[in-house]
């Protein structure tokens, strides 16, 4: 039997599963990894615990059974740098949802002219060097959490990214076209070229994994929302799935010739690769929902109005329909896109009427208004069809969500058979980088979903889209300091 190890790092924690050929989980270890927020707009990883628990995960997940091939798939964009010499992190690891370095994002597009947002790796590596006694007169490595974890599992052999971590929508450092780190920028903010990755294919094997028993290869590093593209078989222009986690991520395979910029479409969403096989990088485009599950955590943890996050569903199935009540779910604001951070969750139509399983209802249908309107806009930005959508995360497993997805988006849902598609993804990518499979399209055989759920026949949606659209335009603006904000 073939055996792929998996190690998928997420934002709140990671997972080491093992693989077999038929794409079946046959081990599966979790550690919680929850990032920290010393204060509002700052989010930290204790990246030496990261690594120690992706280490125990790995070699308790592995136990029984000699590996194979290693695949890393992790968060993108989040920053580690660490002593080249000690292997030790000379801080906290900077996570994605970081926002400390707004104001360098505004300074950049106003002295250089470039693009940049805080979530992505540049500022937080410049803010990083720049904050930290003595780094500039140390031998330093840098590298979002692929790089990290492929150094740990290597001893410190191997220090490397794949494309789809290193592209210029994730770390803002790179060619458009991942062809080489841009100077320019690098030397804007201080960065030294010595510290940064070798940039690897997300198909091939890249290092030995001394760190696990058998020493196996390391055959794959992919980037999370990439990995569960590939995990739900969606390789072919026009395939497209949306990952419902904390946040959505919309990704469509669209294959076009490589972009001449990063930055943002017209609709909202950015080009990004895809993954990248035999030096040849397949490109795709992104959405982005900024808050998904948090709203149904919102509903439990803060409103006290379910009991867990799977209880929505029974309390939203207590009545037909919201009674008229919309909700925006813009806790965080809006991504894809308008790209308004000063937009707020929003809740319209409460009568003396409205109940508790109206409002249960309406956050579930306004995430899923949501998700319609990241399909809308990659289909605006890729004039690419879009037939069908496939979806995983944790809403995924909610019928009233995924019925009220098919609704929005008047397409069939197909659901994953399993919740965290990214491990999928990432041991295929394995098995392919050392010959379980040989191509591809391989992947076709190997997935299929678990159901499918169909738009309801003569359902209202383009009325809905219609109340739906003016509840966004009352959500947004709402913090005009912050809605001005244009990364």
């Given amino acids: ?60 997940a592995a136990a ?21 010499d000690t292997g030790i992190p000379i801080g906290p690891g900077l ?6 370095t707004v104001m360098e994002c505004i300074m950049a597009k106003a002295e250089h002219g470039w693009a940049m947002a805080p979530n992505q790796s540049a500022t937080k590596l410049a803010w990083l060097l720049a904050n930290t006694e003595g780094a500039r007169e140390r031998d330093l490595c840098c590298g979002t959490v692929d790089s990290w974890i492929a150094w740990t599992l290597t001893g410190g052999a191997v220090h490397v990214s794949d494309q789809t971590n290193s592209s210029a929508a994730a770390t803002g450092l790179r060619a458009p076209d991942g062809s080489a780190w841009r100077d320019d920028i690098l030397d804007a903010f201080g960065i030294p070229s ?11 094997v890249c290092g030995t994994a001394t760190a696990l028993t058998g020493s196996p290869p390391i055959a794959s590093l992919i980037g999370d929302q990439q990995a569960s593209l590939v995990g739900q078989g969606c390789i072919r222009p026009g395939h497209a799935k949306i990952t419902f986690g904390t946040g959505g991520m919309l990704d469509v395979c669209t294959d076009a010739g490589t972009p001449d910029a990063a930055e943002r479409h ?59 009540v919309v909700y925006v779910p813009a806790l965080l604001g809006l991504g894809t896109p308008a790209w308004d951070y000063g937009a707020r969750g929003t809740l319209l139509g409460l009568t003396r009427g409205t109940q508790r399983p109206h409002v249960v209802r309406a956050v579930l249908e306004g995430v899923a208004q949501r998700g ?54 990432a041991a295929f990518l394995a098995g392919l980088g050392v010959g379980v499979w040989t191509d ?28 739906w659209a003016d509840a966004l335009q009352r959500a947004g603006g709402w913090l005009p300091d912050l809605s001005a904000l244009d990364f």
Avoid at 25 to 54: N, Q
Avoid at 194 to 204: C, H, I, Q
């Fill in 1 to 60: 039997m073939t055996a792929i190890l998996v190690i998928d790092v997420g934002t709140t924690g990671l997972r080491a599963a093992v693989v077999d050929e038929s794409l079946t989980i046959s081990a599966y270890e979790y550690r919680p990894c929850p990032p920290s927020s010393p204060s509002p707009g700052l989010v930290e990883f204790d990246a030496t615990a990261m690594a120690a628990a992706a280490l125990d995960a790995a070699r308790t």
């Fill in 64 to 84: 029984d059974v000699p590996i194979d091939a290693v695949g890393i798939t992790t968060q993108r964009a989040s920053v580690v740098v660490w002593d080249r």
């Fill in 95 to 100: 996570g994605w949802q970081d926002l400390r």
């Fill in 194 to 204: 010595a510290m940064l990755p070798e940039v690897v294919d997300s198909v091939g």
């Fill in 266 to 324: 017209s609709n909202g969403t950015y080009p990004l690769p895809v993954w990248s096989i035999d030096g040849r990088i397949s490109w795709g485009v992104e959405g982005i929902m900024l808050s998904a599950g948090t709203n149904v955590e919102w509903l439990r943890d803060d409103l006290g109005l379910i009991e867990t996050s799977e209880q929505s569903h029974d309390i939203a199935a207590r009545c037909a329909d919201t009674d008229g």
């Fill in 372 to 425: 319609a309107d990241l399909v809308d806009a990659a289909v605006a930005d890729t004039a690419m069809p879009i037939d069908t959508i496939r979806i995983d995360g944790g809403m995924s497993r909610n019928p009233t969500f995924v019925r009220a997805l098919a609704d929005a988006t008047d397409r069939p849902i197909e659901v994953a058979p399993v919740v965290e598609a990214t491990t999928l993804g």
């Fill in 440 to 467: 591809l399209a391989d992947i076709d055989d190997l997935w299929s979903p678990a159901h499918v759920v169909e738009p309801t026949v003569g359902g209202d949606h383009a009325a809905r889209r219609l109340t």
